[in-house]
């Protein structure tokens, strides 16, 4: 019978419950102990990093649109507000993981609801990191070999540097691209070894946001950006509509909770985990915040959805090209640098689906590989042929976010299976689920307007 102080892998002893590698205090066996003995335990620089790049991915593009939508002051508060929710949420998942021993996500919501909720947490892992990472081969694309989607064609970098080829079209790019950077990045078995390639990424994320404000600084001290809306513009019913749509992209900024118990299992000391979610979120928030306030200052009222493809035209000053290509370019390989950390968790949770009663992943190199080819491949034949799912991911992407982010650590402290909860972490927890299923109910159906009106404006004239 196994003590309340036994080990976590004996209390889980499932795949799907278990981190992708055993946590560096349990003892290996003897054939894996040489292969891992070098490895004392991830650092505190390297788990910010690898956090902080869970979090800023393609979402950031879309921030300055909503900032359009909301205006400046909503818009800000509301991304601070975002970020203390996640963190808050966070420390209520690894409050009730400590409290059982739980080593991953799964392993908590089976604690609290069983079998259904350890896989209903493993489907919206599934779908929103699939969705996630096909949206990143899309937009990859679109930056070095162009889009021709929407009716028009927009020239990609390779085209605008070397002209039009059939070694810088769409499904070569993306084919070199997978198999030279995210296969072999694929591979690692330990989210620690992707630390300096996170930090990478961090670092281009920066970049482009020293870029934008930079842009926006010159021409505002220049008088060519006009005073930009503080407050949002609701003159009528269907403009209040309008305003909810903006506030999904903002609760779902900082979802990263499916890659903190693997962060936090590999860490040198344990009680780090607090400190980095802290310094991960502020880092994030500071990006998030610039990058808001720059880029709406900068395109004002012409800010697009994705405020990339407003980097394609001339932004009135010396050296526009070539800010643009530094912009477009810098932002590509960034998302390349964050799609290993996003497919990390889509692997170890598909596993857990598939495989729950297997031996630990870490320990199977040929369901290892398979099963990151196979993935790869989907995501690649996806990209290449499904150019636009924009739409799609909104209804099932979004959705599934807001209850890896919100609902389901809500959920597990109002059932506090163990009776650890306080009544401020219950009304915290109502206020999460309100909220997030507001918001999220208000989107959709805004969304689903505007689409449906959209198709049937023509009929109307």
């Known amino acids: 019978m196994t003590t309340a102080a036994g080990p976590a892998t004996e209390r889980f002893p499932e795949s799907s419950s278990a981190p992708l590698l055993p946590t560096k205090q349990l003892a290996a066996p003897s054939d894996e102990a040489a292969a891992f003995h070098e490895f004392n335990g991830a650092s505190f620089p390297g788990a910010v990093f690898n956090l902080s790049t869970t979090i800023v991915g393609a979402g950031i593009m879309a921030l300055p649109a909503t900032m359009k939508v909301l205006g400046l002051v909503p818009g800000l508060v509301m991304i601070v507000l975002a970020a203390f929710l996640t963190d808050a949420s966070i420390e209520l998942l690894m409050r009730f993981s400590r409290a059982v021993g739980a080593p991953s996500y799964g392993a908590v919501m089976g604690d609290a609801f069983g079998w259904w909720g350890r896989r209903l947490l493993q489907v919206c892992v599934v779908v929103n990191n699939v969705g996630v990472m096909i949206v990143y081969m899309i937009i990859i694309g679109d930056v070095l070999s162009g889009t021709s989607s929407g009716g ?17 079209g769409r499904f070569f790019v993306l084919l070199v691209t997978t198999l030279a950077v995210f296969t072999p990045l694929a591979c690692f078995k330990r989210v620690d070894s992707l630390s300096y390639t996170s930090a990478v990424s961090v670092a281009l994320a920066v970049v482009f946001v020293v870029i934008t404000a930079g842009i926006a600084i010159v021409k505002l001290i220049r008088g060519q950006i006009p005073m930009p809306k503080l407050f949002p513009e609701v003159p009528d019913l269907a403009s209040v509509w309008e305003l909810f749509t903006a506030v999904p992209v903002l609760v779902t900024a900082y979802v990263c909770h499916y890659n903190v ?13 607090k400190p980095i979610v802290h310094t991960s979120l502020a880092l994030c928030s500071t990006v998030y915040i610039t990058t808001s306030f720059f880029g709406y200052l900068l395109f004002g009222e012409s800010t697009l959805s994705d405020v990339l493809a407003n980097f394609d035209s001339n932004l009135g000053i010396p050296y526009s090209s070539v800010l643009n ?24 949770n598909l596993d857990g689906l598939l495989f729950s009663s297997a031996r630990p992943l870490s320990s199977d190199n040929t369901r290892f590989g398979v099963m990151t080819a196979v993935l790869l491949l989907v995501i690649f034949v996806s990209a290449n042929f499904i150019p636009s799912i924009w739409d799609a991911f909104q209804f099932t992407g979004a959705t599934a976010a807001v209850c890896i982010a919100f609902i389901f650590p809500a959920a597990i402290t109002l059932r506090d299976p163990h009776s650890i909860a306080k009544k401020w972490d219950k009304i915290l927890a109502v206020f999460m689920i309100v909220l997030a299923v507001t918001s999220n109910v208000v989107a959709v159906y805004s969304d689903a307007y505007s689409i449906f009106h959209k198709k049937s404006a023509p009929s109307q004239a």
């Not at 970098?157 to 810088?168: A, D, Y």
């Open 261 to 273: 118990h693997p962060i936090h299992n590999e860490l040198k000391e344990s009680s780090q985990i």
């Open 325 to 348: 290509d530094a912009v477009r370019v810098s932002y590509a390989v960034h998302l390349m640098l964050v799609f290993p950390m996003i497919f990390h968790a889509l692997r170890l």
């Open 152 to 168: 028009e064609h927009h020239y990609g970098v390779l085209e605008g540097w070397f002209g039009t080829h059939w070694w810088n």
